[in-house]
């Protein structure tokens, strides 16, 4: 099996081998080899039955422990050793104890990317050696929202679509690693990983890239993608990006790519607004040194951006946020409304607005006035993974971007509590993180 089974002749130098008249072998082991063998067999089952995930605790608790193995359960299964992963900042909604539907034990994470080492009887587009990136949505390829490309709102993948319906009205695409509201699938940021629906998600690749240049594929390069081109971008655009991290840099670079005019990233951490501006020639805005609204309106003589994209979600926060002041004493509403409320209320009229921010709650306090009397356009949702993965795939292929820029601490599974308390914490310049088992 997987975990490296040792063979029977290196255990037992002392076997004897005996061919009977027919095909089958029967080994003859001498005593006390007998007891060695079995000692030693049972150490190789149990060890083929045990992996090392990260899995989630509770708030900021997260630790790397022993598993079980992953198995086929359906025909159309894959099983995945794991050569890379990495942590997103969506990740950190489960760390900071937003989402409703964690369970103690949960294994964590939906970026990864690896090698193919089992499939079910009904997946022939993989085969076992396979280098394959999996999207973080997990869908079937067959419902009504997969037959109109809109594979995030799968029917079919979430099996516990009845408790995400009681929240959401309507169930989304099952997710890897996040909350058994959204299937209660175990994640990547593990040894290995089982990919439902494999005939429909992984993407095969057949370069010689390296894993960091492919790794984003699974999430954030696409997130960013589909942020822009949700907005109904249209060339010559100026387009306005709440949130400089991993999907806001990918956000800028995809804008770029569409034919934007102009590209504004607003942020307050100087590593952020650094490589947005040195490295993806972004203006940029420091929210705890500016006024958003008022230096938009300078920046745009008075009208506003064409497009806002809101990538911060649930733990947004600003400079003289009254919000913030007041939820200060009300510790339970974590999902703020600042980046959104400031994005209505800065981009223009008639404007778009994409939201690949995650929101795990209801907002309080959400300017819906301004989004209407303003004829504001809204779009937002969890990535439609498969229909990016192979045109964005080509992009890397092609040298139009290097998505491995992003990266700016590496880590050993085995250290992933230390890796999530830095990049929850921002420190030492973190960005993103990457992991190898």
Known sequence: MRAGGIARRALLPNAQKSFTSGSSVTIRIPDPSRRVYDE????????????????????????????????????????????????????????????????????????????????????????????????????????????????????????????????????????????????????????YVRVPYADIGPIKVESDLRDDQLLFLSDIYPTGYQAVDQCDMEAGDTVAIWGCGPVGQFAIRSAWMMGAGRVIAIDRVPERLKLASEKAGAEVINFEEEDVYSKLLDMTGGRGPDCGIDCVGAEAHGQGDPEAVRRTADSTEDNHPHAINEMIMSVRKGGRLSLPGVYTDKVDGFAINALMNKS?????????????????????????????????????????????????AKQDGCIKVVMTP
């Open 40 to 191: 030693c067999l049972q150490f190789r089952e149990t060890n083929e039955r045990i992996m090392k995930a990260l899995t989630w605790h509770g708030t900021h608790d997260v630790r790397v422990d022993n598993v079980d193995d992953p198995k086929i359960q359906q025909d159309r299964d894959a099983i995945i050793k794991i050569t890379a992963t990495a942590i997103c900042g969506s990740d950190l909604h489960l760390y900071n104890g937003l989402m409703a539907g964690m369970q103690e034990g949960d294994v964590l994470g939906h970026e990864f990317m690896g090698e193919v080492v089992e499939t079910g009887s009904a997946v022939n587009n993989l085969k076992k050696g396979d280098r394959v990136v999996v999207p973080f949505t997990i869908s079937c390829g067959s419902c009504f929202f997969c037959n109109k490309h809109l594979y995030s709102l799968c029917d079919n993948s979430n099996p516990n679509a009845d408790q995400a319906a009681e929240v959401m009205g309507h169930s989304p695409a099952a997710l890897f690693g996040y909350s058994h509201l959204l299937g209660g699938i175990p994640g990547g940021q593990a040894e």
């Open 376 to 424: 504001l356009s809204v779009k937002g949702g969890q990535t439609h993974m498969q229909g990016y993965l192979k045109p964005l795939l080509n992009t890397v292929e092609q040298g139009l971007i290097d998505p491995s820029f992003i990266i700016t601490h590496r880590y050993g599974l085995t250290e992933a509590p230390e890796a999530y308390a830095n990049f929850n």
